[in-house]
């Protein structure tokens, strides 16, 4: 039981991030068979994560049609934002009121590294870009002491991080270091209004991100 929990879970892992990094794009069938032997597993647990994945909305299950990779789903996309703006702008807000010269320095140092990854080459460059803006956003909740709640909440709005990802992939990434500056320039001086404001300029991007990713491939999107 344990080692069959095991590898659905391997499974489950494995084709979550493939589906979130754009390996598999929306639209790809999947064949448990041929997914299977590509892991070395049985059908089994194969099945089992693909039904796991169809619950979480980036699988589509069609008895008489197959198996697929699910569109983007933009409804999905605004609720995780929703939730995820609700969530960091209360750790951020404490974090106002208890500045420190040090959380400066360490989001300042953050930037400077989101920078180094941008203007680097290789085949991890989206991803590491991707890890170093979560890293900043992360540092809030670090600071009050509750970065277990940013890792939960990274681990689960996986639609939005799927479209930050393919966003990168896409080539959008310029304005992500001067909005960052801007929010740890209301951290550092402005008032908690400013700060909340510069959050939400932020992260309503995503909105901009989806425009430009509809436009280039407007099949990779629904209207949940």
């Not at 879970?9 to 997914?35: C, F, H």
């Amino acid at each position: 039981m344990a080692a069959s929990s095991s590898a659905r879970e391997a499974a489950y892992q494995t084709l979550w991030n493939r589906i979130v990094t754009m390996e598999l794009k929306p639209g790809d069938p999947l064949n448990d068979r041929q997914l299977a032997e590509e892991m070395g597993i049985s059908r089994t647990p194969v099945r089992e994560a693909l039904i796991m994945l169809n619950i979480a909305h980036m699988v589509v299950i069609k008895p008489q049609s197959g198996t697929y990779v699910a569109p983007m789903d933009l409804k999905l996309m605004r609720l995780e934002q929703f939730a995820r703006f609700t969530l960091e702008k209360e750790m951020l807000l404490q974090v106002y009121d208890h500045c420190q010269p040090a959380y400066i320095e360490a989001y300042q140092a953050n930037i400077r590294a989101y920078e180094k990854a941008a203007a680097s080459r290789g085949p991890q460059k989206n991803s590491r870009m991707l890890e170093v803006d979560n890293q900043f956003h992360r540092l809030a909740f670090t600071f009050c002491g509750m970065e277990d709640h940013f890792d939960h909440m990274i681990s689960t709005f996986k639609h939005i991080e799927r479209l930050r990802l393919f966003s990168l992939m896409l080539g959008e990434n310029e304005s992500v270091p001067s909005q960052h500056r801007q929010i740890v320039e209301a951290l550092e001086h402005g008032t908690a209004g400013q700060l909340a404001q510069a959050l939400r300029e932020h992260l309503d991007r995503y909105k901009l991100s989806v425009q430009q990713a509809r436009k280039a491939h407007p099949d990779y999107f629904i209207e949940g």
